[in-house]
Each structure stands twice: as structure tokens, then as C-alpha cells.
């Protein structure tokens, strides 16, 4: 079996953000098999090697042969605050978090970030009291009340050992928090 290669600089236009890709494959006056099997998008005009998919790499981390369940940790944060999960797997895993505002906070005023500031995703539309925020790393949706909802910057992940993430409301606001993420270790197919 031979697999060809093809890369693709792609130039958008300088004022404008990239909202949607569609790719169309045309096969045409040929016979046998073809795989598809993996497009990559990245930023530059060099084209870099690939990166196996982490369920090839890990496995849910484990106690006495058995998965360990998701871990959960919730909070309530007024204006801002740093939370720090503690994540006993062996490596990063990815960051489900919910926020759940308790008043009305206009558009662009909730933001989380790792660390110091880095890895900032910031949600642009406004919420009520009661609506249900959801970014989730785990199926790659930003979600509010169960519907899409726009979004700036990335999905969030738990470091390993202790991670910071920064949670900043609209100011003299109030909302809970919950995060979730399963706890991960290296011993899938490819390790």
C-alpha cells in the first residue's frame, strides 16, 4: 500500500479570521482503494511531520486494574480567581469546564486562561443567570445551554500534578464553576 502526500498553502485574507474549512475530495477515472486518513491544519508555509493521536499514546489512568472514574472539582468565583486542580495522572489531559453565572454578564466579560494568562479563551456572547456554559476539550464544543455558542481562543487541559487556571467574570459578578477531566497515563498501542 502506498500513501502520497500533498500539502496546501492556504492565504486568508489579512483582516479576516478563518471561520470554516471545507474540504472536497474528487476522484475521478480510477480504480482500487483510496484512503483519506488525516488532514492537518497548522500555521506557516513549512509542512512538519504528524503527530499520532493521543488514544494511540495513553490509556485512562488506572488503580488496581480498573479505570479510575473522571475527576470533578466545582467552586463559586466572584470577579476573578485562580483555581488549582490537582491532576494525579502522568501527563495533561483535556479540561471540561462549566460555568454557571448567577447574574448577567455581558459579552466577552468571562475568560479562562492556564497558569499566568497563557491558553486564554474568552466567551463571546452574553449570558443570563442560570444559563449553562460549557467548554469541553473532550468533544472539541463550546456550548451554552446545550446550543453552540461563539467562542475566542482555545479548549482548556489539566497539566499534570497541579494546574492553575484562571477564571475572570464581568466585575462584582458571580458564577460557579465546574471542572472535569479524566486522569490519564502513557501504555496505549503506540507505547
Known amino acids: 500500500m502506498q500513501f502520497s502526500r500533498f500539502a496546501e498553502t492556504i492565504q486568508p485574507k489579512s483582516n479576516k479570521h478563518v471561520v470554516g474549512v471545507t474540504v472536497t475530495l474528487k476522484i475521478s477515472d480510477c480504480t482500487g482503494t483510496i484512503y483519506f486518513t488525516d488532514l492537518q491544519f497548522q500555521e506557516g508555509d513549512q509542512l512538519t511531520g504528524y503527530t499520532v493521536?493521543?488514544?494511540k499514546m495513553l490509556k485512562k489512568m488506572q488503580e488496581n486494574g480498573q479505570p479510575v472514574p473522571p475527576r470533578h472539582y466545582n467552586g463559586v468565583v466572584r470577579t476573578a480567581e485562580t483555581v488549582v486542580l490537582f491532576n494525579?495522572?502522568?501527563?495533561?489531559?483535556?479540561?471540561d469546564c462549566y460555568i454557571y453565572p448567577i447574574q448577567y454578564m455581558a459579552a466577552g466579560s468571562i475568560e479562562l486562561s492556564q497558569g499566568v494568562g497563557a491558553h486564554k479563551v474568552k466567551f463571546l456572547d452574553p449570558v443570563n443567570a442560570g444559563d449553562e456554559l460549557a467548554l469541553k476539550a473532550s468533544t472539541r464544543q463550546c456550548l451554552k445551554n446545550g446550543s453552540?455558542?461563539?467562542k475566542d481562543g482555545f479548549y482548556q487541559y489539566s497539566a499534570a500534578w497541579d494546574s492553575k487556571h484562571m477564571v475572570k467574570l464581568e466585575e462584582r459578578k458571580s458564577a460557579r464553576v465546574l471542572f472535569e477531566f479524566q486522569e490519564m497515563q502513557e501504555g496505549g498501542d503506540r507505547l
Open 148 to 150: 453552540p455558542t461563539r
Open 53 to 55: 493521536h493521543t488514544s
Open 88 to 95: 494525579l495522572g502522568k501527563t495533561s489531559a483535556g479540561l
